[in-house]
């Protein structure tokens, strides 16, 4: 191999840490797959976006739906893969570890999460519903929908999802409907809008919510609940669900639009 | 690192795309394992042969039966690890999709796909049956079954078994026992024979069959089927088997030979 | 990337085997991710503890419990993950298999297995008990129990784990209580000490024993047991358990320290 990783103290060195750190040292930088590190050093591949409002986005994370009739069953990693079970409100934990799975080139077919979820210390998030097993490729030219934060909301939280749902689990009966909201930021729309695919009650992506149930979902996309009904336009979950057919990456087989059903969701810090 | 990745645009560059890259430019290359990227940026390790009929072939997958009991569960990745579904006709859909899993050491140990699956453009294929557990080291000796393609029947389905997976789905009801035939193709053997371990009614692969219950079934090694039986010979299958006791990845405990039902069936492309 | 790795012929060459080679070259190494490669080449990343007893300490694995409840589910690699099941005396076969899994920064909050753990030549190994969900930057700071032996035991089982199982299978039913326990080796504290956290009623860490059931655990940790009720202080085991409230990667919910019960079991080689 190279000098430095023929020799035997092969360590990772001067690698970005996120796409953006890539972004102003080089503006021309381009979308694509790049490798980054995380401060411990381990490092991995993933996509970066160069384009959206200025560029600079690092893909982290992938939520797709396998089978919508499983309820917390295999591949509902955003919730839990271990059956609804009240004896695990906090399902499989993962919004709030450093568990990684998948690729970024299978993001639209599979769950997807690599160590800059946790590791990257980020402002905004950009968020992209693909319609599933989009080839690469073709993510942009096929999004339903696509938005980003310009509020800087993260700061306050940690710096990323990994803080924010340490900060706010993801936990049955950690807070009531309404009362117990998490963070919530407006956003801007890339693809797509408030009146589109988005239903757009209102143009914000909330995270940590509750329904009546005391059930915890994770992340409403494109909304700030107003009602206690959550489960039909938010994704991931607790690892508990009162109403045993929510249990699941996507809570409800009635999501407002079936576009959005079929997609992955795509997630990006900047 | 090195010099280019030590910078902040670590973006792979000129890694080769297949192992016949590789040996094309490098005549003298020897079997090992090397890197590859795809075309979208993604690198990988994986296993090359540079010595069968020429060399130049990469591995791309092994389909290992973790336990022969499990009927459509957990390890059943080219089948269903759902259970057997009536409402999941395609199962895990891992044939046609691009997800990847296991790694090329542990490819008689545990189901494997890499990249180079769905990425390489390919004319043949060749496949090992190679008992369960062996180390790398000691494939080729310890092989029960080795045949290699030469019609160059990938260039009429897309260039690779992804592509042509997705024209011939590898689901329940989607056709009929002989009528719907996938395509097949006459093999050239490099260990074992016709009238070895291969049972070898006739000296073919063929792909997506469907059986006389219009169970559809991926693979099957060395056998061109002209019974309605394709249970006792064929492997990978879609997620919904009228006769749940063939849900799998080997769909029966009875398969011609107990060498190859112990066996892993690793997949090359060239 | 690199000039060799951008060129068609891109092997990885003289990566380090093990962090005993790196720190044996580089007196001065410090803890962290390193890369190293296995004998058939492939490369992998993992934490080296350069430190320790004057370090070189290669982490290979961890065992996790992610839901004490499930006995023998999804999770349970170092047992099972197919149910308890008599027809699967073995389980998953992790201890002696070469399938790999997790990443190093996740090994306190999944499990892990790398390549290490079947390639590296080892003579001794070390033990860390580090609490669930701490970051790499913390184990140290944060283990209830660390150990390691200096017997050189694992030089007469195979240079490691994987073979040291091989001879020894973690199978329900292979042998008896007492009289059919593996390896042992007498440890030295680096972190708790045989009056803390560790029950200690013996300083030792031994391999495959058998409860009075005729099940099989793999690893008992600060302990030789001289009872057979093993199952109260060792982890990992065979598919099937007699009690199926023993089935699973820690075997019982009354493990003697509590502290133990929620920590991870981090396993390093030199």
């Not at 450093?98 to 599979?110: I, L, P, Q, R, W």
């Not at 306050?156 to 009362?179: D, I, R, T, W």
């Not at 797509?192 to 005391?214: E, H, I, L, M, Y």
Request: charged content about 20%; overall charge negative; glycine content about 10%.
């Amino acid at each position: 191999m190279n000098p430095e990783l023929g020799r035997y103290h092969a360590r990772l060195r001067n690698l970005a840490r996120s796409c953006l750190d890539i972004k102003e040292k080089h503006n021309g930088a381009q979308d694509g797959m790049y490798v980054l590190t995380t401060e411990s050093g381990t490092y991995y591949q993933t996509f970066c976006d160069m384009t959206t409002a200025g560029g600079g986005w690092t893909l982290v994370a992938s939520v797709h739906e396998n089978n919508i009739n499983g309820k917390c069953s295999l591949g509902d990693r955003w919730s839990s893969q271990q059956g609804n079970d009240r004896n695990l409100p906090e399902g499989d934990e993962t919004w709030a570890n450093t568990v990684t799975f998948g690729s970024a080139e299978a993001s639209t077919s599979d769950d997807y999460k690599n160590p800059g979820y946790y590791d990257i210390s980020a402002k905004d998030v950009s968020v992209w519903h693909v319609p599933n097993k989009e080839q690469l490729k073709s993510w942009t030219s096929s999004a339903v929908l696509r938005y980003h934060t310009e509020s800087q909301f993260l700061k306050e939280h940690g710096g990323n999802l990994y803080h924010l749902f340490k900060k706010y689990p993801v936990k049955f009966g950690a807070g009531q409907c309404k009362s117990d909201m998490g963070p919530s930021s407006p956003v801007v729309y890339d693809t797509g809008d408030k009146d589109g695919p988005s239903v757009g009650k209102s143009s914000f992506v909330t995270f940590r919510v509750f329904n009546a149930d005391q059930a915890a979902m994770a992340m409403c996309s494109g909304h700030k609940p107003t009602e206690c009904n959550s489960q039909h336009y938010c994704i991931g979950g607790g690892g508990f669900f009162p109403d045993p057919q929510q249990c699941g990456d996507f809570t409800s087989q009635e999501q407002a639009f079936k576009a959005l059903t079929q997609s992955s969701v795509l997630l990006f810090y900047r």
